[in-house]
């Protein structure tokens, strides 16, 4: 089956590192997804992976991906207050246009 | 800006009204996609278009029905919606073929009342 999972919340100090974890279950995945929602707006895309990859970085953000545990992860480094949003995990099916979502992990950043 | 924008951003309806949501995207893209977006849920895909044939309806009711008149436009026409069926409704595109990427709209807010 397809299934996403996140936690639901996390909140982090301004200025130090934001962990986001996901675990998904669809091995046949080729990318898996970083979207980011703030209020009142639409997603969107901060980073993808390709499965076939471990890492991904890009200036403040690192994708990591365990695809034996079928586990991905966003870090922030030096999180900033605007940083604050909902932060979807999501996996693309092989063959498919389908992008399956977890439910999001709002993410507060305090000062 | 994303290059796909949504309108209306809000609409409240009856339960007996028929309204349309439209969404645009100005990307050149040859895909288009509706999906749902209900507090503590997973966004839920509803339908997808490529090439404007539709491509997935995902076990929608017949009360939500999408037209797709050319690869820029999309629609998702309401009738006789129920009270659940308020949410935050996304529209998405993306290039088949050039990349995984989908891009998304700001939604409109549904509240049926």
């Known amino acids: 089956g397809e299934d996403v999972e996140q936690s639901l919340f996390l909140s982090v100090r301004e200025g130090d590192s934001s962990v986001i974890n996901c675990t998904y279950t669809?091995?046949?995945?080729?990318?898996l997804y970083w979207y980011k929602q703030e209020p009142g707006a639409g997603l969107q895309l901060l980073t993808y992976?390709?499965?076939?990859?471990d890492m991904k970085q890009d200036q403040r953000l690192t994708v990591l991906l365990n695809k034996k545990d079928k586990h991905l992860s966003l870090r922030i480094a030096d999180t900033q207050t605007g940083d604050s949003a909902i932060y979807f995990c999501?996996?693309?099916?092989?063959?498919?246009?389908?992008?399956?979502f977890g439910t999001g992990t709002r993410l507060q950043v305090f000062p | 800006e994303t290059g796909v924008t949504q309108t209306p951003r809000h609409l409240v309806m009856g339960m007996t009204n028929k309204k349309s949501l439209k969404c645009e995207q100005h990307l050149g893209h040859n895909a288009m996609y509706w999906y749902k977006q209900s507090a503590k849920k997973p966004l839920e895909l509803m339908f997808v278009y490529n090439f404007k044939e539709q491509t997935e309806n995902n076990s929608v009711p017949s009360r939500f029905s999408p037209e797709c008149p050319n690869s820029s436009h999309l629609f998702l026409h309401l009738h006789t919606l129920q009270p659940e069926d308020s949410a935050l409704y996304l529209c998405?595109?993306?290039?088949?073929?050039?990349?995984?990427?989908?891009?998304f709209g700001p939604g409109t807010r549904l509240t049926v009342t």
């Open positions: 998405a595109s993306s290039q088949e073929g050039s990349g995984p990427e989908q891009y």
């Open positions: 999501a996996e693309s099916p092989s063959n498919t246009d389908k992008l399956i």
């Open positions: 669809d091995s046949s995945s080729t990318y």
């Open positions: 992976i390709f499965s076939n990859m």
